[in-house]
């Protein structure tokens, strides 16, 4: 039996990248999952120059042993929110596992602007879709955990300290996913329902792929351009990290914080899909002599300074 055979999730933002891995890796567990999002077949949310769906996801899903069910839904739009809480009601009755890793910020990030020459209209977006979107979706899935008095919220972030993220609008929405998660435990902390966030490392999701223009089979090429390329994961790692999560009875100890797909590699002794165990706070600290969190900072300072180009990793896109 796998160890969430009969337990069902949701994944709110699995089209690609971090979200994608969850969902798929959740089925691979045996679990059931709904994938939700904005692009399906038909209909790319992104337009034509990102070309995955909802539905892709979901085969996935089911061909890995699970039951992937893609149902396309806007999560800003509570009128959405609320149906696709009632269908999953419906449907299957309980909820165990929410995930929250609805983004849509690519073209809002103004990465290296100082926040006074930061767009106020596209921060407000962000906030829009990467926060105000992971509260109302809580808000109306939520409450089916607490029923049963048991289940595990996810908030999928960029980190897992408190270093700056490069610019205010983007370093303010990933922290506050975190602060989200810390929040809920509290209100939950009288329940068995437990609220947590996860960071991957350097995704190798489609888009960066796209980016470097390499493959998964030729992934190491693009090093060449970045050397912390080499110490990146494919979206199936933070996969098996939330997988891990929730199939361990003592993950309420971890309410209220904030973990990374490196460090529960490790504890839970699962790897990326090459069998390797990629680390990426070791990594920094390797290449920057320095502790992750100072390096971390360190290169953000230097990128926006002009003095060295960093490419921002591709966290998950809605």
């Not at 962000?126 to 809580?138: E, G, N, Q, V, Y």
């Not at 999560?245 to 100890?253: F, K, Q, S, T």
């Not at 165990?277 to 953000?300: G, L, M, S």
């Amino acid at each position: 039996m796998k160890p969430l055979e009969g337990r069902i999730a949701l994944v709110a933002g699995a089209t690609r990248g971090a979200g994608r891995g969850i969902a798929t890796m959740l089925g691979e567990a045996g679990a059931t999952v709904y994938c939700t999002g904005r692009s399906v077949r038909g209909n790319l949310a992104s337009g034509p120059k990102r070309p995955e769906t909802l539905e892709e996801t979901a085969e996935r899903v089911t061909a890995l042993g699970g039951k992937g069910i893609a149902v396309r839904v806007d999560h800003s739009v509570e009128e959405e929110v609320e149906a696709l809480a009632q269908r999953i009601r419906a449907e299957a009755g309980h909820l165990d596992v929410l995930v929250n890793d609805i983004w849509g910020g690519e073209s809002l990030m103004e990465l290296g602007l100082p926040f006074w020459k930061q767009s106020a209209q596209k921060a407000r977006l962000m906030f829009d879709r990467a926060i105000f979107t992971h509260l109302l979706t809580s808000r109306h899935l939520v409450p089916m955990m607490v029923e049963r008095n048991q289940g595990l919220i996810v908030e999928v972030t960029d980190g897992d300290s408190f270093g700056y993220r490069g610019a205010v609008a983007y370093d303010v929405t990933k922290m506050a996913v975190i602060r989200l998660a810390f929040a809920m435990s509290r209100d939950l902390r009288r329940t068995n329902v437990t609220a947590l966030a996860i960071t991957p490392g350097f995704l190798r999701s489609e888009e960066m792929l796209d980016y470097f223009g390499v493959t998964e089979a030729t992934w190491r090429d693009a090093a060449k351009k970045d050397p912390n390329f080499i110490a990146s994961e494919t979206p199936a790692y933070v996969g098996r990290a939330v997988a891990a999560l929730a199939a361990d009875p003592n993950v309420r100890a971890r309410a209220g914080r904030v973990v990374a797909s490196w460090t529960l590699a490790r504890e839970y002794g699962f790897t990326d899909l090459d069998g390797t165990q990629p680390h990426w706070a070791d990594h920094f600290t390797r290449t920057y002599q320095q502790p992750y969190t100072v390096a971390q900072d360190a290169a953000y300072a230097s990128w926006m300074n002009g003095a060295i180009e960093v490419i921002v990793p591709d966290w998950p896109q809605y």
